[in-house]
């Protein structure tokens, strides 16, 4: 695998000063980057919690509840 370096070589690049200072009013080298930009990240869209969730957990709180009390009532009778 070859390495190409990607700063422009200032004796090539046309508007360089020596000591690669810019000249007023010239654009300086754009410097190296992605061609383009990367590829579109869709929106996140948050439609809240699915309804089997939901049941589950309620389902497993009332479960608790009635254990914590059907031992409450056992240890009164």
């Given amino acids: 695998m070859s390495h190409v370096n990607p700063d422009p070589e200032p ?3 046309s508007g360089l000063e020596p000591g690669g200072g810019v000249p007023p009013g010239e654009t300086p080298p754009a410097e190296s980057s992605m061609p383009q930009a990367g590829p579109r990240e869709p929106e996140a869209t948050s439609r809240g919690w699915a309804k089997a969730p939901l049941v589950l957990i309620l389902l ?6 009635a254990g914590f009390l ?4 056992a240890l009164i009778f």
């Fill in 11 to 13: 004796e090539r690049t």
């Fill in 60 to 65: 497993l709180v009332l479960l608790v509840a």
């Fill in 70 to 73: 059907a031992y409450a009532l």
